[in-house]
Each structure stands twice: as C-alpha cells, then as structure tokens.
C-alpha cells in the first residue's frame, strides 16, 4: 500500500509538471474581445516574459479599454502599463475575494524591469463592499482606478486570466518619453558595465554603426566582459583578418528586440547580424531556470546581465567571447590507428613469449601467463572458479546496463496496477 501511494504521489506531480506550461497569446486567441490586447502583448514581447513565468496572473483589458490607451501613447509607453496589469502570483475569483484584511499589495511584472521607481511596480488589490474587487496603484493617495469584471481562463496555480474594465495608472507611467535610437549611447553604456574592450572594437572597426543602423528597427546585443577577453583560452584577434573581426562582432547582435523572456522561450537557432549566405552563424539557447545560454557550437556563454532594456533595444553583458563555428570550428583530430588484434609484426618482449598461443588462447588466458603444456589436475579446479566469477561479474554488468529498461517496465505496470485498484 505504501509503495503504491508513493507511486500515485510521483504520477501526479508528473501530470502537475507536464501541465505547468501555459500560452498567453493561445489562450486569449479564443476570446475576440481581447484581440487588441493581444496584439499588444506580442507587439512588447510581453507575451514571452509571461509564458516564460511558472505562476502569473495577467488582467486584461476588452478592446474598447485597450483602444484607449493604446491610440495616445508610444509601444515603449504601452509595454509598461501592460507590464502593470501582468501579476506574479495567482489570483482567482475565490482568492479575490478572500484577501487578508480586504487588501494586499502585490508586485508586477512592472517592477522587475528596473522602471519603476520605489513601489510604483505594486499594484493594490482591495476587496470592495457588494462583492466588487478594485485595482489601483500602490503609490500613497492614489484611487483604485480599475474593477474586476469576470474570469476568463484559469490553469491552478499556473496562469489565471482575469478581465478588468480599465487600466491601471501608476503617477508618471503614462507621461515617460519614448525612446529613441540617437538617445542610447552604447559604447557608454558598455563602458559603463565592464565592457570596455569591446567598446573600443566596435568603434575600431567600424561594427557600431552597423549596430547604430539597426537600432531603430530593433537591436539586441550580447556584450562579452573585459575578462571574456582575458580568460585563458580566448582567442587571439591580432591573427584575424579585419573582415573576421568586423564578422565576429556582428555575431554578437541580432536584428531585432529580443528581451530575456523571448530568449527563454526561443526553441529554434537564431540568426544574427553575420548570418549571411556564405553561413549560418546563428546561436542555440539554452534555459534552466532562470539562467539563459547561449551556445555557438564551439562554445557557451551565460547571459550575465542587463545592461538595457528598452523597447526596441536590448543590451546584455556574456560570460564568455561567442565563437562562431564558420569561423572557430576545428576539424576533428584523427584519431589513432586502432591496433589490430594480430599483426605480422612480433612485437619484442623480454622474454620468448610464442605469439601464436596469445593470439588463439581464449578470453581469461589471453591476459594469464601461458598455461603449462600439461595442465597439472590441481590447476582445474583453481581455473573454474575463476571462469565462474568472471561470468558472475558480466552477468551482473549486463543486468545494470538493463535497468533503465526494467524500472519503465516496473512504473507502467504499477501505474496501471494503481488505476486498476483505483476504480475497482
């Protein structure tokens, strides 16, 4: 009974972990009302950083509500007030209304982004008199500017969907100016994070203003530190051509805004500025957990930091130099002749050894010393056991190298025991 419960345990956390994943843009494609909203979410990446995220609670707007906020202001402007409405927690219908003391703050997506300033990134949840639940902004004096309407989708304790009739206003939030590509001064900003070696390149070579050219239609740059230039193994740039270099750094830029929660749920390669027609150069990500890597296929490198996110540019800072393989990969090494099992060629030893009767000598004898012409009947009885535990070891190998085989066979069989005694 112990060894079945413990198997029911371990099956259900297994159905618990296989449905932790959710889609925001999926599930809200379902629902007409909210196709403004939507679109806005993947228009910010917003929708990346969401799935991204194990357990969350996003308050969308009906398209009347949104079409109101979205027609006055820039996308930069719309990423943060959505990114307000984005909660990390799970609220539902029940959980609304069963709020310690009628009020709680909770943080937003908001606050993780380094925009917002004290606790301007809280939202206040209240629980109003005749059943109505009202949001507003954590900062003093302010109203509770928003109303829970109705619940759309939940998946426990994963994502909860909640429609609210308006957003929720944070002092400054909607008066902040748009960024431009001129205001993003990257080699400051590089210098300003330890990355001042390659700073200095991208200048020399003359790569920033390919940078700078992107920039307004979206640029995301991968930063190796100054240490990434100094750790033992980097490579030496002095024996690179000046079109290998201006190659290498373009490798470290994507076309595009990719923020960390896109990066997170990227599954294919990605190209970037040097992929071209003579090659790939693209990258492989790698997520566990919160760590994001990238993988060149010569090496990997840990996405470190943030230098800036702002909506259409993004700059991080890499562990390591990525090393593209069009330009680093090595050839494989041959590899050493395997040495035949018999050769023509006796090989010299130190004392006579007739080659013939190593070479036909069975298995336990081909590493024993010659065996006597006449065996003494002494000498049988000493070989058999010998034999016996060299085949009691191999039978031992052969069942460990079954076992993974064997406990899947145990798991389906106790889980279908399981289900049997569940419904008899």
């Known amino acids: 009974m112990g060894a079945s419960s ?29 196709s403004l909203f939507n679109s806005y ?34 996308l930069s402007v719309i990423k943060n007030a959505l990114s307000l409405l984005v909660l990390l927690d799970y609220y539902d219908t029940s959980k609304l209304h069963d709020i310690s003391k009628g009020t709680t703050l909770t943080t937003t997506l908001y606050q993780t982004t380094g925009n917002a300033a004290g606790n301007l990134g809280f939202v206040n949840i209240t629980d109003l008199k ?34 609210i009739n308006a957003p929720i206003i944070v002092p400054g939030i909607l008066t902040a100016p748009a960024p431009s590509a001129s205001d993003v001064n990257i080699t400051a900003l590089l210098e300003k994070h330890g990355c001042k070696i390659f700073a200095s390149l991208i200048q020399s070579s003359g790569v920033l203003k390919v940078y700078q050219s992107a920039m307004d239609k979206g640029l995301t740059l991968f930063a190796p530190s100054d240490e990434a230039f100094k750790a033992p193994g980097a490579p030496d740039l002095s024996k690179l051509s000046n079109a290998e270099v201006v190659t290498l750094l373009q490798y470290h830029a994507l076309a595009g805004y990719t923020p960390i929660g896109t990066l997170k749920t990227t599954k294919t390669p990605i190209s970037t500025l040097a992929t071209n027609g003579a090659g790939k150069y693209d990258l492989t990500v790698k997520t566990a957990g919160d760590s994001v890597t990238l993988d060149t296929g010569v090496d990997s490198s840990r996405v470190a930091d943030t230098v800036i996110d702002n909506t259409p540019v993004c700059i991080f800072t890499v562990d390591n130099i990525l090393l593209p393989s069009e330009l680093f ?14 050769s023509p060629t006796p090989t010299p030893a130190v004392s006579p050894s007739p080659a013939p009767v190593a070479v036909e000598a069975p298995g336990p004898s081909a590493i024993s010393p010659p065996a006597p012409a006449i065996s003494s009947p002494a000498s049988s009885p000493a070989d058999a056991p010998a034999a016996e535990a060299e085949n009691s070891t191999a039978g031992s190998g052969a069942v460990d190298l079954r076992a993974p085989a064997l406990w899947k066979t145990l798991v389906t069989v106790s889980a279908a025991f399981v289900a049997w005694a569940y419904f008899s």
């Open 130 to 163: 005749g059943g109505k639940v009202g949001f507003g902004s954590a900062a003093p004096g302010s109203k509770l500017d928003s109303s829970y309407t109705k619940s759309v989708k939940q998946i426990p304790y994963n994502i909860s969907v909640l429609e």
């Open 329 to 342: 990969g090595k050839s494989p090494s041959p590899a050493p002749a395997p040495e035949p099992v018999s």
């Open 41 to 74: 979410l993947t228009q910010t990446k917003l929708c990346d950083e969401i799935n991204s995220r194990q357990t969350i609670t996003c308050l969308v707007l009906p398209n009347a509500a949104m079409s109101s906020l979205a027609g006055k202001h820039p």
């Open 6 to 34: 413990l198997l029911l345990s371990v099956l259900l956390l297994v159905s618990v972990s296989l449905s932790s994943s959710h889609n925001i843009t999926d599930i809200l494609s379902g629902f007409p009302e909210y």
